[in-house]
């Protein structure tokens, strides 16, 4: 059977989480851009196994400037991906083998530092046993286990001894898993650790991360990581890969409908693929396996400045970033506290131009000016005292419909007032709360034939899905619709969105998704598309109409008090729920109008839900039901969604 390529999703994070490893295989650079130097030219290797307070070793490689006429700060990555480079097909390790590039960007290589990129313990050249989110306070750690903040306390002691040229100064970052081992690592921080940047930190894989959110599983991208990411023995300078999957459908939709149950589609993985991926779907309540893994309780002394950077079309780890930046203000309000948040996906801020997602444009590469005039000042400031011609901000953030970037001194922005937009009849969606008494509408939710979160056939996850078009799912019967007027001046939105609303369901469980929409003007431009050969070619995607979806999230309804302990719904009652959709900042321009819609599946970006009150892990074929769902929009149960408006 001929095995896939790993796929988008797969790389990307890989891609983001450990460039080294990756490096030796990129393009090269434009014509038009500046001649780049070789790492070899300027810089030698060296590779060390350090050793921790338990004994275990963790292989770490140097890479040391050659101009040794002045000292260098240490910029540090640990990454459970591999500190190896990717050369010939191969994960290569050795002092020989020398990435094509180094650090965050080309401006630190040019400035001069001292590279450091480790295997976390337990991965691939390191001793020890690997965790995954290691637990910051487990009560008794097993043999070669340990803890990040102790293991990079111990690394940095090490390096600053015995790694000459260097000026005592120390900063680490990282993207997505090595985003939360940079979190993690600054904990109870070495004094020596200046300045450190989580980039789309896994915070809590539970509560809005990789794993679930509202309390749903994230299907698809989960099985899609987990049949790649797997655990593997070490100390060893093999790929700890698990192949991929070979779905055998062009539509992951179709595979997973086919199979259903978490169970079956379980079944379908290699047993080492399971290893990993199981405990994703055995821990379906927020229990203490979530609980010992979420870093922001802890991030506590850590002494630190912290630029933390999200993207809002984040597929992956959207929530990490504002978890770790409000954890830090809550535990270490002395500390340098910087969030920064632009137009990209899952790490699009290192290697892409940002400067669009799909059909959506935002007009300027966003990506260079982060890396050149945000990312790399902040690190020349605290590890080289090197003062930045402009100040950052507290808060930084690429105001989406506008496309302009905009500094804040808190997040959400104080300005911000929160208005309810109802819904209404008719599909409506007005400022004014409803005033029909009994009015409701409803639809019928048929598990066995959920609303898909794209309109086009793809396996894992597209990151085009975070500003996808919505015409598809408006035209289903399974979708709830509501939409204001065409607006008269623009309308901001700075901070966090909560759906607001009073349900019923004749099934025992429900999920209930709702989307925030941009409905663009009927006659908005559409970029010419360049024209091939005298054929007949595809039809062209209008933007006129098109219906971006801004935000979306589920609440799987038995969580709708607690994560912790589920509870049934009673057939016919109504309900009241409130969540939190995410963080956005996004304008809603003049002439354009605002949408939302309101379903009870997203598949298979989420699992499917029996509709029966049960632990979904056990269900079976039988469980899955139908369901009639209402939502209420009359005096008393007015559904609608809260907005933090800017004036």
């Known amino acids: 059977m001929i095995r896939r390529p790993l796929s988008a999703l797969v790389l990307g994070l890989m891609l983001a989480g450990a460039m080294p490893a990756f490096a030796a295989g990129m393009q090269a650079a434009p014509d038009d851009a500046p001649a780049k130097r070789s790492t070899r030219e300027a810089y030698t290797k060296y590779e060390y196994r350090i050793p921790m307070r338990d004994g275990t070793r963790l292989f770490t490689a140097v890479y040391v400037p050659k101009d040794a006429s002045k000292s260098y700060p240490f910029l540090m990555q640990r990454t459970p991906y591999s500190a190896g480079v990717r050369a010939d097909g191969e994960l290569r390790y050795g002092v020989d083998w020398m990435p094509e590039s180094l650090g965050p960007s080309r401006e630190f290589e040019d400035a001069g530092y001292i590279f450091v990129v480790q295997d976390v313990r337990g991965r691939h050249m390191s001793e020890g046993v690997w965790q995954e989110m290691t637990p910051h306070a487990k009560p008794k750690l097993e043999q070669g286990e340990g803890v990040e903040a102790q293991d990079m306390h111990d690394t940095v002691a090490w390096l ?314 408006a035209t289903r019967p399974d979708v709830l619709v509501y939409q204001s007027e065409v607006l008269e001046e623009d309308v901001t939105i700075a901070g966090p969105v909560l759906p607001k609303l009073f349900v019923s369901t004749t099934g025992t469980d429900a999920d209930w998704v709702v989307k925030l929409i941009d409905v663009y003007p009927g006659d908005y431009p559409t970029p010419a598309a360049p024209r091939t050969g005298k054929d007949v070619g595809p039809p062209a995607l209008k933007l006129g109409g098109y219906q971006q979806l801004v935000r979306g999230n589920p609440l799987r309804g038995k969580f709708r008090n607690s994560y912790q302990a589920p509870e049934p719904f009673v057939p016919g009652k109504v309900e009241a729920l409130s969540y939190e959709l995410g963080q956005v900042n996004h304008t809603f321009r003049r002439g354009h109008r605002i949408m939302v819609q309101v379903q009870s599946s997203w598949f298979p970006l989420i699992d499917s839900n029996p509709q029966t009150f049960m632990r979904i892990p056990e269900a079976q074929p039988e469980d899955f039901r139908k369901a009639t769902q209402r939502v209420y929009r009359a005096p008393g149960t007015a559904s609608g969604i809260e907005l933090p408006v800017l004036p």
């Open 160 to 473: 600053l001894r015995n790694v000459p040229n260097n000026n005592g100064k120390v900063g680490i970052w990282g993207i997505s898993y090595p985003g939360f081992y940079a979190a993690a690592s600054v904990i109870d921080s070495h004094p020596a650790i200046k300045a450190a940047s989580p980039q789309a930190p896994i915070a809590d894989l539970y509560m809005g991360d990789d794993s679930y959110h509202g309390g749903a599983f994230k299907l698809a991208a989960n099985f899609d990581f987990y049949s790649s990411f797997v655990a593997a023995p070490n100390p060893s300078p093999k790929s700890a890969s698990g192949g991929g999957f070979d779905y055998d459908e062009a539509d992951g939709y179709d595979f997973f409908r086919k199979h259903l149950t978490l169970g079956a589609i379980a079944g379908t993985m290699s047993e080492r693929q399971r290893e990993l991926f199981m405990p994703n779907i055995e821990h379906d309540t927020y229990d203490d396996f979530w609980q010992s893994r979420a870093i922001g309780p802890h991030m506590k002394n850590v002494k630190a400045a912290v630029l933390t950077v999200g993207g809002w079309f984040d597929a992956e780890d959207f929530q990490g970033p504002f978890t770790i930046h409000d954890a830090l203000r809550r535990h270490s309000p002395a500390a340098e506290n910087k969030l920064v948040i632009g137009p990209w996906v899952h790490g699009g801020w290192m290697r892409g131009d940002g400067a669009r997602l799909g059909h959506v444009r935002f007009d300027a590469n966003t990506s260079d000016y982060f890396r050149r005039h945000i990312q790399f000042p902040f690190f020349e400031q605290h590890l080289k005292g090197i003062k930045p011609a402009q100040a950052l901000a507290p808060v930084t953030m690429f105001e989406t419909g506008t496309n302009v970037w905009r500094s804040y001194e808190t997040w959400p922005p104080k300005p911000a007032r929160v208005r309810t937009l109802y819904f209404n009849a008719n599909g409506s969606l007005t400022w004014q709360q409803p005033a029909s008494a009994g009015a409701y509408d409803e639809y019928v939710a048929d598990p066995r034939r959920p609303v898909p979160y794209i309109g086009y056939p793809a396996q894992g996850v597209p990151r085009e899905y975070m500003v996808s078009d919505q015409r598809f799912a």
